[in-house]
């Protein structure tokens, strides 16, 4: 079957560094997506990983293992703007299309002063 | 401005009064979809479209229909409505090439059957 597993919440201090994870089981596979949800708002794109290794973009980091189906979001000198859900995402198709998107459920994060 | 639009925003009705969704991108993308939100479950995926006149089922696609004969729209159809359709729809756009790159999603839209 198809699965993405992320924990449900995760607590952090203002300042800090977290990591938020993610595994998956897909029956195919063209890469792994992070977005951000703000209460009540859309998802809004964070990172792209199809190749195994860190994607850095700022206070972002994103990292992906293929043969252990793992990806992490870390997210350095947290903010109290960055208390959000994060979404993991593959994008899977059997066929090969690479045109079905599988969500997880989210990882709600509270930032703390 | 790039720009995924979707109406209504917020939508009361009552089982069984078809009903549509309608969502608009200006951003030339091949790609759209829908999702809908609900508590716990995440995101999951009703319909997608890779270009007009490609359809496709998502994990959820029983009880919608989607048309996309023009590229930047992409309607959801709810013939006949039910409550368990209650829930926050977002549409999606995206280029592809090789794969679906990041998704541009529109603002939700609240759906209540009563």
């Known amino acids: 079957g198809q699965n993405i597993d992320q924990p449900t919440e995760m607590t952090a201090t203002e300042g800090a560094i977290v990591q938020i994870n993610c595994t998956y089981q897909?029956?195919?596979?063209?890469?792994l997506f992070w977005y951000q949800q703000h209460a009540g708002e859309a998802p809004t794109f964070l990172s792209y990983?199809?190749?195994?290794g860190l994607e850095e973009k700022g206070r972002f980091s994103s990292f992906l293992s293929r043969s252990k189906g793992y990806s992490y979001l870390l997210l350095k000198e947290l903010q109290m703007k960055d208390s959000a859900s994060y979404l993991c995402?593959?994008?899977?198709?059997?066929?090969?299309?690479?045109?079905?998107?599988?969500f997880g459920a989210g990882t709600r994060l509270f930032v703390k002063a | 401005e790039a720009q995924v639009t979707q109406n209504p925003r917020y939508l009361i009705t009552v089982t069984g009064k078809k009903l549509t969704v309608t969502c608009s991108q200006n951003?030339?993308?091949?790609?759209m979809s829908w999702y809908r939100q609900d508590p716990g479950l995440g995101l999951r995926q009703i319909y997608y479209?890779?270009?007009?006149?490609?359809?496709d089922k998502g994990d959820v696609p029983e009880g919608y229909k989607v048309s996309r004969k023009e590229k930047r729209n992409f309607p959801l159809i709810l013939e006949s409505p039910s409550p368990n359709q209650t829930s926050l729809y977002f549409c999606?756009?995206?280029?592809?090439?090789?794969?679906?790159?990041?998704?541009?999603f529109g603002p939700g839209t609240r759906l209540t059957v009563t």
């Open positions: 999606a756009s995206s280029s592809t090439g090789l794969a679906v790159y990041e998704q541009y």
């Open positions: 897909t029956s195919g596979f063209n890469g």
């Open positions: 990983n199809v190749l195994d």
């Open positions: 995402a593959v994008s899977d198709d059997p066929r090969g299309g690479g045109f079905k998107t599988i």
């Open positions: 951003m030339n993308h091949e790609y």
């Open positions: 479209s890779m270009n007009v006149e490609v359809t």
